[in-house]
């Protein structure tokens, strides 16, 4: 227990995957885990830039702590067309607490090292992070 307030190692591919989500637009969203046995995060899945919001949604374990990283695309009030890089922390509320712990801990080092997040989201359950939560919190 007396690392889960340490923090965890980032693996490399996470901020390369990010970079690429951020400056080329190669992926629509990045879900990423945290390895306890490396204690490192690591990418799980990297979705394509046609993948819609609900296989972001459906690759999040309903039982697992997860972070993610979603490209989200809007139009404003003034028709312009705009994106929004949401960096969402799911800690379900049937997660272990172990993991639960391990994640809070772990998450603001984990964002220090994606510079270009945007909005921040804390989720427990599907509703707190649908479509009308990333629209609210885009604008």
């Known amino acids: ?6 923090g965890m190692a980032v693996h490399d591919d996470c901020k390369l995957r990010f970079l690429e ?14 390895e306890e046995k490396q204690k490192q995060v ?10 819609t919001y609900e296989e972001f949604a459906a690759c999040l374990p309903a ?17 312009c067309q705009k994106s ?3 960096f ?3 800690c379900p509320d ?15 080092r984990f964002k220090r090292e994606l510079d270009g997040i945007q909005v921040e989201l804390q989720a427990t359950d599907p509703t707190e992070m649908d479509l009308d939560v990333f629209r609210s919190r885009a604008n």
């Open 1 to 6: 227990m007396a690392n889960a307030a340490s």
């Open 21 to 34: 989500l951020k400056a080329k637009r190669t992926h629509r969203f990045i879900v990423y885990k945290i």
């Open 42 to 51: 690591v990418v799980e899945k990297v979705g394509e830039p046609v993948q």
């Open 63 to 79: 039982d697992e702590c997860r972070y993610a990283i979603y490209d989200f695309d809007f139009v404003t009030a003034e028709n």
């Open 84 to 86: 929004k890089i949401f």
């Open 88 to 90: 969402i922390a799911w």
């Open 94 to 108: 049937v997660a272990k607490v172990r993991s639960k712990m391990i994640y809070a801990s772990s998450k603001d």
